[in-house]
Nanobody, 121 residues
């Protein structure tokens, strides 16, 4: 069983920056970030291959503004720049044992509890 703990959410103004962290208790092949805005379904944000080359995949809506990264301490990050009000959501980190960098939530086996990001206009 892999446990994931997110941190770093908060309130920020439009155009501002935040960095989310996701600390994991075990090893998996892929990690990702998803978000769920009020009244909407959960959507894919970004994912990274945890082993090997660290390949990444991004949703079109966040390319160039949000960056996923990893460190050697088994922690994943989401660096969020030029934030917009439409980025307001609960952000969840996820981990999976599949080899493909998944963009669907059913490709992930473990989930964090979520951290809230609010971007004011």
């Amino acid at each position: 069983q892999v446990q994931l703990v997110e941190s770093g959410g908060g309130l920020v103004q439009t155009g501002g920056s935040l960095t989310l962290s996701c600390a994991a208790s075990g090893r998996t092949f892929i990690r990702g970030w998803f978000r769920q805005a009020p009244g909407k379904g959960r959507e894919f944000v970004a994912a990274i291959r945890w082993t090997g080359d660290g390949s990444t995949v991004y949703a079109d809506s966040v390319k160039g503004r949000l960056t996923i990264s990893r460190d050697n301490a088994n922690t994943m990050y989401l660096h969020m720049n030029r934030l917009k009000p439409e980025d307001t959501a609960d952000y969840y980190c996820a981990a999976g044992q599949g080899l493909r960098i998944g963009v669907r939530d059913d490709e992930y086996d473990y989930w964090g509890q979520g951290t809230q990001v609010t971007v004011s206009s």
